[in-house]
């Protein structure tokens, strides 16, 4: 069984947006157990879709298409699916029934170009969308599939998850279940976790592994199989288990957890409140942190001390500490926690100061040093980094590694 | 002349990893007049990548490989051309004496499995790559050119920059230039901007137009081609300038300009410092603007004022007023921006103060209502706005709103 993907859109070639959609139906395949052999791009040219398509009829069992759904001269998919498979295209009431009321809800009428888009292959079963106008279909024929999904990414990604998902795990049930788990690592480098991990994976059969280095952590990805979905879960979580032995407190989650829910769940639990006075991050961790719903029962807010005399009015750093240390210190650091945990009414106040660059260093203090601190009304602690990369990343790295200092004291036995 | 793009690895087809790379090589191919008719993805399988190769070989002209030059047994892409064109490997002495400096830089002693990069298929023009081990090429043969770089990004967008892009120009000079400008617009919708541009768009004939909606902005792009390069920016500004004409003040910058940047641009000039009060925003507006090198040069920072205790201590908004209208009220927006004027000892304060959802919302107030108010010292002015999209769209578009109010406010006649 191989699968292929074919992305169809001018826009695609023309370089106007990158191709997200086959990264997410890959990663639909893998969950499937189906392997995916090619992913092509094609224009909205007729002739390029068509010899693409009979090519994919070859050496493929399934294909799956999005794009070239909409009601425009050039959206072709549907008349050259056809073409490719000698099909007529008949019209589809159902697509008409929702194309009517798609237009009641929006108070338009039909336009007669969305008419087009009623005639599918004949034989199709046909997927309405809820989201859009353009239906999707899946076609069974001389032992081929072919599906055919909208381009709008969220329309496809529902489209996929409601209809193709089920329809291919009923009709291939996998004969092994193939499952994954990722382990997200911070505070740590990609070589030392390969370093500390590497006897472990070394010994294991059952397993693969992949370590992955991301700017904003390190991901260990697990993957196992098993002929049952419970025996691949205890399988996946021992291997988690151990690899959490030897990781320790790096370890900060699992697969789509972030750091930011991580925190926030064991402030929620430990019934604490964060503060947070930002210098050279300009406010990205109050942003970081407020991802979450309801993260107000957890934070209080904060100051966002760019300039010196905001740090000394709001968070009441003393003037003369600053001018002895300069505004990029462990000291100021400590001052700027403590001032936030207090004049936020907070538990814990968090700080960072330090030099994003690409300016503002001086031979002592180089672009990437930053202080962070953490006041929690009885003790100050400090850290000191030396962080690399463009400003961005300098300032992305040191949120991340407060939002880790926060977690490393809510996690203390 | 045919262009074709193969992007070579598992990682992609395994959905581990998003293909951006194809992205950055059709844009330059757009720019270089060269036609892109197929994007291809393909493991590391020998057997799928030449079949690949052999295909694009008969229908495309210039082939373009990036992946699978890397040390280990699945970099298989010199190899597989090789075949592909009925070529011998051969030990290129730039690549061993590269890799030597790379290896003495790193101080590290070169691993055996790296000198499998030294060799290229022959004829092949090494392009030597300081920026990593793996060396790239250019090959021409029978008339087709096959092209090969390295996957990492940044290796990659260099290289290509520095070589093929020069290389191409010098062996196609395009007959016409062709080229594109985008206007940036922000504070209307999609529909409108359609409105108002589309007589002037159906009255054209030397341009073509598109019209995108992103969660940031609209964008329209204008493409045209004329002999020569002046020709083609004189044509280009031309049609910017009656756009801008229709568009007035809605647009804000073009091509990779970004808001923050017009913003702090503004604030330089005008020798002025602004302050920010983010409620819901959480301090997304501060980093935003700090993402600017050299923004503390306009920036004092701010009150991330989530808590209401925040609002009423740092931001000195009476707690009366509060309890009156509630936290998210033109009233309090105001008072917040006044509060965060005068103690950042700023020139102009912003504030924000919305419900972001999904929780928050009250029968009256539902998610997505976001008042933002700027405060001058002498007057202040609010706005109120119903947002729709989840909850890190609404406080994105709240920034960015919040942004543009500010940038209205400073170009103001």
Redesign the interface.
Same mark, same amino acid.
Request: glycine content about 14%; some cysteine; overall charge positive.
């Given at each position: 069984m191989k699968a292929e993907i074919i992305s169809i859109g001018s826009e $695609? @070639?023309?370089?106007? $947006? &990158?191709? &997200?959609n086959? *990264? /997410? $139906?890959?990663?639909?395949? !893998?969950e499937l157990g189906i392997d995916?052999? +090619?992913? #092509?791009? !094609? #224009?909205d *040219?007729p002739e390029?879709l068509l010899? &693409?398509l009979k090519?994919a009829l070859q050496?493929s069992d399934l294909i799956i298409t999005t794009g070239g759904l909409g009601p425009t001269e050039d959206d072709i998919t549907y008349h050259t699916i056809a073409r490719a498979l000698n099909l007529k295209l008949i019209k589809y009431p159902e697509a008409e029934e929702n194309l009517k009321k798609f237009f009641k809800k929006i108070n338009r009428t039909i336009s007669p170009s969305n008419l087009k888009q009623i005639y599918l292959p004949e034989g199709a079963k046909i997927i309405i969308n809820q989201y859009g106008t353009a239906p999707a279909m899946i076609l069974e024929k001389d032992n081929k599939i072919v599906c055919s999904f909208p381009g709008v990414p969220h329309e496809m990604k529902n489209l996929i998850e409601e209809n193709l998902v089920p329809y291919l795990k009923e009709k291939f049930p996998p004969s092994v279940i193939k499952k994954s788990k990722i382990l997200k690592i911070t505070g740590l480098g990609e070589s030392s976790v390969n370093e500390l991990i590497r006897d472990y994976i070394n010994k294991q059969t059952n397993f693969s592994f992949?370590i =992955?280095a991301n700017p904003e952590d390190i991901q260990v990805?697990i993957t196992t199989q098993a002929p049952t979905e419970k025996e691949v879960e205890k399988l996946l979580q021992s291997s988690v288990n151990q690899l959490t032995k030897i990781l320790d407190n790096y370890v900060y989650g699992s697969n789509e957890e972030t750091i930011e829910e991580v925190v926030g769940n064991l402030l929620k639990t430990k019934k604490l409140?964060v503060? !947070?006075a930002? #210098?050279?991050?300009?406010? %990205? %961790?109050?942003?970081i942190? &407020?991802?979450i719903?309801?993260?107000?029962e957890y /934070?209080?807010?904060?100051?966002? #001390? =760019? *300039?010196v005399?905001?740090k000394e009015? @709001?968070l009441k750093v003393p003037s003369k500490v600053i001018k002895k240390y300069g505004e990029v210190s462990r000291q100021v650091a400590k001052l700027m926690a403590e001032g936030v945990q207090k =004049?936020? +009414?907070s538990n814990i106040g968090i700080s960072i100061t330090g030099i994003?660059?690409?300016?503002?260093a001086t031979e002592k203090k180089k672009v990437g040093l930053v202080y962070m601190a953490l006041a929690d009304g009885k003790k100050t602690v400090a850290q000191k980094h030396q962080l690399f990369g463009n400003?961005?990343l300098i300032?992305l790295r040191s949120a991340r590694r407060a939002l880790n200092m926060l977690r490393m004291y809510l996690t203390e036995k």
């Open positions: $695609i @070639l023309r370089g106007q $947006i &990158t191709d &997200t086959a *990264n /997410f $139906i890959a990663k639909k395949l !893998v995916l052999e +090619h992913i #092509s791009a !094609v #224009s *040219n390029s010899s &693409t090519l050496r992949g =992955y990805q409140k503060a !947070v930002e #210098s050279c991050t300009g406010g %990205m %961790m109050g942003e942190i &407020t991802r719903p309801g993260s107000s /934070f209080q807010g904060g100051v966002i #001390s =760019y *300039n005399r905001v009015d @709001l =004049y936020c +009414h994003a660059g690409p300016g503002g400003r961005q300032r």
